[in-house]
């Protein structure tokens, strides 16, 4: 028991994301649900998705002018081309014109390629699942009208670090060190 907070001590597992040792309290992120708008005819959802993507494809080359990093920008790019892959749209597409709005049908179109990524044998390729959740989400953000929204960013020297659960890379670029140190 710690004497300062009269709480249990956690032992939290999980992958570093940067070497080092962190001394502080732990901020945990966790997922949002994201509310779509209600359904509007075939031809306005097609629009909202079409939108959405084109929206979410100059986030991700944004991201990528900023990441300095080859990794990062690798991993952004996976996720761009994802965006142009008309076997990952068109499903979600067919799913608007037989009813199915447009958050709705890109997670319906989506989702399947999730699961594939997680059930992989291949530990790179699992990895990439959660590339495509944020890939998701962000499109996700943008039907829901939040994509305008300023990121979530922890108050600096408030915490030691913080904790999510299967994050994308890409949804992590905003809190590097250098650009949460600017903020």
Known sequence: ??????????RIEGRSAAPGLALGPLVRLI????????YRSAAE????????LAASQ?????????????????????QM???????????????????DGAGQAWSAAIDPEIASYDAAEDP??????????????????????EADQPPFWPPIGAMAGWSCAA???AAMLPFSPGRAASR
Not at 1 to 10: L, N, P, Q, V
Not at 45 to 52: G, I, K, S, Y
Not at 58 to 78: C, K, P
Not at 124 to 137: E, G, H, N
């Open 1 to 10: 028991m710690d004497d300062r907070t009269h709480r249990a001590a956690h």
């Open 31 to 38: 997922s949002v649900q994201h509310e779509v708008r209600q």
């Open 45 to 52: 959802e097609h629009r909202a998705l079409v939108d959405a």
């Open 58 to 78: 100059e986030d991700l080359g944004a991201l990528s002018r900023q990441a300095g990093d080859d990794e990062a920008e690798a991993i952004l790019a996976f």
């Open 81 to 99: 081309a994802l965006l142009e892959d008309d076997s990952l749209v068109a499903p979600a597409l067919a799913r608007i014109d037989a009813g």
């Open 124 to 145: 790179y390729f699992r990895a990439r699942a959660s590339d495509l959740r944020d890939l998701r989400d962000r499109v996700l953000r943008h039907l829901a009208g």
């Open 167 to 169: 994050e994308a890379p």
